[in-house]
């Protein structure tokens, strides 16, 4: 069984994580670092990619996660599937360079009515019957990496403690 666990949108970039792939023909898990060395070769890691106007043919990924977390207005929030399903996020990947690890980022998309409040993007989450439409392209993008409908995010306030958050799309 997958470990889906809590996704810190704080977390240090280069946390290693469990990602699902093809890879070759195959669908494998592997851990990698989040973080994506940025096009323009600069020394800032990128760990979220708007997706909108953009295509992603090859290298795409899933990020397994439970829920994730956002500070939104000093305070800190928890959001997780209203069905208490675990989900993915869209994500792609890139090969090791000699300048940079393999590694991964996740896409973000406009956010959906229950995250809206709180921030105007959000990762782009995947309920797990729709995982396999964008790890193998089975659908258009713009089909796939959009806003669920309103109600699917259940949205719970957190202690304040210590966050730093790192979600800058």
Not at 37 to 52: I, K, W
Not at 61 to 76: D, I, M, Q, Y
Request: charged content about 25%; glycine content about 6%.
């Amino acid at each position: 069984m997958m470990n889906a666990k809590v996704f810190q949108s704080d977390g240090p970039l280069d946390e290693r994580r469990v990602i699902v792939r093809r890879h070759e023909g195959d669908v494998e898990m592997v851990e990698l670092p989040w973080g994506l060395r940025p096009l323009d070769g600069g020394p800032r890691a990128v760990n979220v990619v708007r997706s909108e106007g953009r295509t992603f043919p090859t290298h795409r990924c899933l990020v397994p996660a439970s829920e994730f977390r956002h500070r939104s207005g000093g305070k800190n929030f928890s959001f997780s599937l209203a069905s208490d399903d675990w989900f993915y996020f869209a994500g792609i990947w890139r090969p090791a360079t000699d300048l940079w690890p393999e590694a991964y980022a996740i896409l973000t998309i406009e956010a959906n009515a229950d995250i809206s409040a709180y921030h105007d993007r959000q990762m782009a989450v995947l309920t797990r019957d729709r995982r396999m439409y964008w790890l193998d392209g089975l659908a258009p993008e713009n089909e796939i990496l959009r806003p669920l409908p309103a109600g699917t995010f259940r949205v719970k306030p957190l202690s304040n403690t210590f966050f730093r958050p790192r979600l800058a799309v």
